[in-house]
């Protein structure tokens, strides 16, 4: 079946370092990509997306470029912040079909 | 933009009683809402889509008569523990399918979880 596999954690970096969290996909078919972040205490919210092959998704800074060719939905940013402290989760979904989920990667930045 | 609320955040109950969540769609009407079980540092894993009106699907290995699932309401749906043990302690997190004048339906809407510990 589908699944998705991302970098394990945690990650710690500092302020202003630059970002990546790789995520690669096992699917059948053309599947919808997804990033989520978890806050601490909150419920999970959409990242960014991304629908089709060699489309980007953006949002906050963070980056994300669906590659069919390496199946590979990698996570950039450019230079994180205290802020961006949180659990990430990459996801695929096929149509209309219910999400798959990474296993998440924690990501803390000190100051 | 769409909001989903869970009552409540956390609960604690001794084995063998029962324990509701709930699960709202605060600004936007849910035809489709799933329901999450995230353990410790691992993922989270689906355990059933409810469509309002209907039964719920549940994934496999989820038992049905342990965790039942009523979406009453386009608005409302809930998760109740039956005979609750310690191994169903966890987070369980809800969501819902954006809907018409809701953001987008194409996205996920997800409610901020409830921690339950069965002592």
């Known amino acids: 079946g589908d699944s998705v596999t991302q970098m394990e954690g945690p990650v710690t970096l500092s302020e202003e370092a630059f970002l990546t969290i790789n995520c690669t996909y096992t699917a059948t078919g053309y599947p919808s990509l997804f990033w989520y972040v978890q806050y601490p205490g909150e419920g999970l919210q959409l990242l960014l997306k991304?629908?089709?092959?060699?489309d980007k998704g953006s949002n906050k800074g963070f980056e994300a470029t669906y590659r069919k060719e390496t199946t590979s939905f990698h996570l950039e940013k450019g230079s994180v912040q205290v802020s961006d402290s949180a659990v990430y989760f990459c996801a695929l979904r096929q149509g209309a079909q219910k999400l798959v989920f990474g296993q998440g990667t924690r990501l803390t930045i000190n100051p | 933009g769409a909001v989903v609320s869970q009552h409540p955040s956390r609960v604690i109950c001794k084995s063998g009683t029962s324990v509701k969540i709930e699960c709202r769609s605060l600004d936007f009407q849910a035809t489709t809402m799933f329901w999450y079980r995230q353990f410790p540092k691992q993922s989270l894993m689906l355990m059933a889509t409810s469509n309002e009106g209907s039964k719920a699907t549940y994934e496999q290995g989820v038992e049905k008569d342990k965790f039942l699932i009523n979406h009453a309401s386009l608005t409302l749906s809930t998760l109740t523990v039956t005979s609750a043990h310690p191994e169903d302690s966890s987070f369980y997190i809800c969501?819902?399918?954006?809907?018409?004048?809701?953001?987008?339906?194409?996205?996920?809407?997800f409610g901020p979880g409830t921690r339950l510990t069965v002592l």
């Open positions: 969501s819902a399918n954006g809907a018409s004048g809701a953001g987008s339906t194409d996205t996920q809407y």
């Open positions: 991304a629908t089709k092959a060699d």
